[in-house]
């Protein structure tokens, strides 16, 4: 047995919301399957576990349908489009014949003639005209007769036979009327071989139209797919060489010229450039690498050439990991889909119950002639109870919302986030990295004396060169940035929780708190006192610097809050969300952080594994709370949450790790999300609750209830082309959330 973890199979045969239960049963039977979900819009089914692909074929095979494996390559979807033009082409040349017997036949029902059996000439003209249905149902609507024995054989029902019912009771009785018309009382002796080839035509032409409108979902995973490089140049035995990109091997150093896509995940090893990453994080402006940045496969090198040491390759780059998760989040159901999928799994049963019994009635209670009443009510009910529109509702919204998100950066990882994400009353922030950028900057320098700033970061840089502290290290960057060099130095001491001391040019240098100018007997004035206080006060870490025994400069060294941090909380806010915020820093640090950006409930002093007894606390009172962190530290809060999102790069394990991950820095991406969620909720509700109503308001109608009230009767016609072009509402529906803009709610 060939083991493998995920396998992707087309499906042939499925014609609507019913047959997804039925396929993703026989498949969860198989030994060995874990999970199996299908994507009804797609006719894909994505299995989890350790079987083969020809145990999962002949699964699909012996619940009535065909499947036959695909990759998840860009080989294999454009495959999938040949196919599903091929398929388009074939539906539209099947419209054509159904209905270019069925419209003329109406015209003369309506405007010509009788369509009834009396005469032996009559007999004979609509025996030709029931021959040429038939080979309209041959040629056109083969494949409901197929789909519904396939169904029967097995002991289910779907869309295929009703249709194949309808269509069938109604040829029946034609021929029956045709070829002995005294068993049927005169008034009844009327024939319907232009609604057999009617609705054969309008499913199908509504079935094209679907699958053309369909195409569009899948815009998302094909725009990611388009990323991908399909070479790349690397460095081997001292020669550059275009070999394609499934060549690439860990650790091989490659080129990367202006104009070029990253080809796979790497370190850059040599030269500068600046590089367009919006197709992954929706972040706009380029960003510049240099030795040691990280580059990300399928961005846009701008400008200059740069070499790089593949980290990932071929399906373990990023890229390759947001395209999986994006087509596994498009395939799953939010909780609201599962109800559908239930609903529709019983609904062709009741149909077919509700058809027999309101033939019935018609027959002891209807007028003359009962008999053909009794056929056109069962044959409507039938047709017009198909439920493809509730089949599509749910799985076409989720497919362009999960898309739509990773258009903004923000991949979704499952259908149960992207519903709860709209339901979302408290949202919890981490400080470090989330709010704020997660590395210190130098943000303030005070000089005493007569030393200039430049004087002073020179010299503390140079006695912080060799330290490895965070706060040492944004003194050091500050320089660099500046293009301040720094001086050699000598007897370097690091003073444990205190500082550090060394000699500069012979002059003696002390950096750190104000414990160790203390110890070293510096005075510090009340005035320089007050104003380390105030850079405490905004967030900022003051630290002295004395020199030969006398204070030279007081620096602040702050985790600066990320520019759009506070409008997007603001955004937040607009949508009445509860904003705490979590910090294991100290309390005035978190006041003042809070203070900036808007937030007026926060804890401090949090540890690690405390985070998430405060996610329990929100919980208690009833709060839907989503958790946002870095995906690592806080893991514990972020499982816990009703909706975790991850701040990533893209490359970071929180990809793997939360329910959403936003690919940029932004929290915008939160707002946009929660915008996104509800969009794509409003949209599936717009569809389920439209495909109810269209069923349960057709059902009645076509079975004739109306009739004693205003002697209307719904034509099977009608009622063929109505079920069809719901289904296309449908799906149009779903692709106006193309259209959304998550910016502007």
Same mark, same amino acid.
């Given at each position: 047995m060939d083991n493998t973890s995920h396998i992707d199979l087309l499906i042939e045969g499925a014609g609507c919301a019913s047959c997804v239960g039925k396929i993703e049963s026989a498949l969860q039977n198989v030994p060995g399957v874990n999970t199996a979900a299908m994507n009804f819009p797609l006719r894909t089914v994505s299995v989890d576990g350790v079987t083969t692909p020809q145990a999962l074929i002949e699964a699909v095979e012996n619940a009535g349908y065909h499947a036959t494996p695909i990759s998840s390559d860009a080989d294999a979807l454009d495959e999938k489009e040949k196919a599903d033009l091929a398929y388009y082409k074939r539906l539209i040349r099947k419209v054509i014949i159904a209905l270019g017997l069925g419209v003329p036949l109406m015209i003369y029902g309506l405007f010509i003639g009788e369509m009834t059996v009396s005469t032996t000439n009559e007999r004979i003209a609509w025996l030709i005209v029931g021959l040429l249905t038939a080979a309209v149902m041959y040629f056109s609507g083969k494949h409901f007769y197929v789909g519904a024995w396939k169904s029967f054989r097995n002991h289910n029902a779907n869309m295929d036979t009703l249709i194949a019912l309808g269509t069938g009771t109604a040829w029946i009785y034609s021929m029956v009327v045709v070829f002995f018309p005294d068993m049927v009382p005169e008034m009844a002796r009327h024939v319907y071989f232009e609604a057999t080839a009617m609705i054969i035509g309008l499913i199908d032409l509504g079935l094209a139209l679907e699958l053309k409108a369909r195409g569009r979902t899948s815009q998302a995973i094909k725009r990611l797919i388009g990323l991908q490089a399909k070479t790349a140049r690397v460095l081997r035995d001292q020669q550059e060489i275009d070999i394609p990109i499934e060549q690439v091997l860990l650790n091989d150093f490659v080129r990367v010229r202006p104009g070029e896509k990253v080809p796979v995940d790497g370190l850059v090893t040599?030269?500068?450039?600046?590089?367009?990453?919006?197709?992954?994080?929706?972040?706009?402006?380029?960003?510049?690498?240099?030795? /040691?940045?990280?580059?990300?496969?399928?961005?846009?090198?701008?400008?200059?050439?740069?070499?790089?040491?593949?980290?990932?390759?071929?399906?373990?780059?990023?890229?390759?990991?947001?395209?999986?998760?994006?087509?596994?989040?498009?395939?799953?159901?939010?909780?609201?889909?599962?109800?559908?999928?239930?609903?529709?799994?019983?609904?062709?049963?009741?149909?077919?119950?509700?058809?027999?019994?309101?033939?019935?009635?018609?027959?002891?209670?209807?007028?003359?002639?009962?008999?053909?009443?009794?056929?056109?009510?069962?044959?409507?009910?039938?047709?017009?109870?198909?439920?493809?529109?509730?089949?599509?509702?749910?799985?076409?919204?989720?497919?362009?919302?999960?898309?739509?998100?990773?258009?903004?950066?923000?991949?979704?990882?499952?259908?149960?986030?992207?519903?709860?994400?709209?339901?979302?009353?408290?949202?919890?922030?981490?400080?470090t990295g989330t709010i704020t950028e997660g590395s210190p900057k130098v943000t303030q320098i005070h000089t005493a004396g007569s030393i200039s700033e430049q004087d002073a970061l020179q010299l503390v840089a140079s006695l912080e060169t060799g330290s490895e502290h965070p706060l040492a290290q944004a003194i050091v960057d500050s320089a660099n940035e500046k293009g301040i060099t720094t001086l050699p130095v000598d007897n370097f001491e690091a003073i444990a929780g205190h500082g550090v001391s060394a000699k500069v040019s012979g002059r003696q240098l002390l950096f750190g708190n104000e414990k160790l100018m203390q110890d070293q007997q510096i005075t510090l004035s009340e005035q320089e006192l007050k104003k380390a206080q105030s850079f405490a006060e905004q967030a900022q870490t003051p630290m002295y610097f004395a020199l030969d025994g006398e204070l030279a400069a007081i620096i602040a060294v702050a985790d600066p809050i990320k520019e759009d941090s506070i409008a997007a909380i603001k955004r937040l806010h607009q949508n009445n969300i509860r904003v705490v915020m979590l910090t294991g820093d100290n309390r005035a640090t978190a006041k003042a952080v809070a203070n900036k950006v808007g937030i007026t409930e926060f804890f401090a002093e949090v540890l690690p594994e405390d985070k998430s007894a405060k996610i329990a606390?929100?919980?208690?009172?009833?709060?839907?709370?989503?958790m946002t962190g870095?995906?690592?530290?806080?893991?514990?809060?972020?499982?816990?949450?009703?909706? /975790?999102?991850?701040?990533?790069?893209?490359?970071?394990?929180?990809?793997?790790?939360?329910?959403?991950?936003?690919?940029?820095?932004?929290?915008?991406?939160?707002?946009?999300?929660?915008?996104?969620?509800?969009?794509?909720?409003?949209?599936?509700?717009?569809?389920?609750?439209?495909?109810?109503?269209?069923?349960?308001?057709?059902?009645?109608?076509?079975?004739?209830?109306?009739?004693?009230?205003?002697?209307?009767?719904?034509?099977?016609?009608?009622?063929?082309?109505?079920?069809?072009f719901s289904s296309l509402t449908v799906v149009s529906n779903a692709n106006r959330l193309r259209l959304f803009k998550a910016e502007d709610h």
């Open positions: 040599e030269g500068h450039t600046n590089i367009d990453e919006s197709m992954l994080t929706g972040e706009p402006m380029p960003v510049e690498k240099q030795q /040691g940045d990280p580059v990300v496969a399928g961005t846009l090198n701008k400008s200059g050439s740069i070499i790089f040491k593949a980290s990932r390759v071929g399906k373990d780059t990023a890229l390759a990991h947001i395209i999986n998760m994006v087509k596994r989040a498009q395939n799953s159901k939010p909780p609201i889909g599962r109800l559908a999928d239930i609903i529709a799994g019983v609904f062709v049963p009741v149909v077919m119950i509700i058809s027999i019994l309101s033939a019935m009635v018609w027959l002891q209670l209807g007028p003359d002639p009962a008999l053909a009443f009794a056929v056109v009510s069962a044959t409507t009910v039938l047709i017009i109870a198909c439920p493809c529109a509730l089949g599509l509702a749910t799985p076409m919204s989720v497919m362009v919302g999960v898309g739509k998100a990773a258009e903004s950066g923000v991949l979704i990882r499952n259908g149960q986030a992207l519903q709860t994400a709209s339901k979302i009353t408290a949202m919890v922030l981490d400080k606390e929100l919980q208690s009172q009833g709060e839907v709370v989503g870095d995906g690592i530290n806080d893991a514990p809060a972020l499982a816990l949450a009703n909706v /975790g999102f991850a701040i990533g790069t893209g490359t970071d394990v929180a990809i793997e790790s939360a329910d959403i991950t936003l690919m940029r820095g932004s929290l915008h991406g939160l707002a946009d999300a929660i915008a996104i969620s509800k969009a794509t909720l409003r949209n599936i509700k717009q569809n389920l609750i439209g495909a109810f109503i269209y069923n349960a308001a057709g059902i009645p109608f076509a079975a004739g209830v109306f009739y004693p009230l205003f002697g209307v009767l719904l034509s099977p016609v009608i009622a063929g082309g109505a079920m069809a």
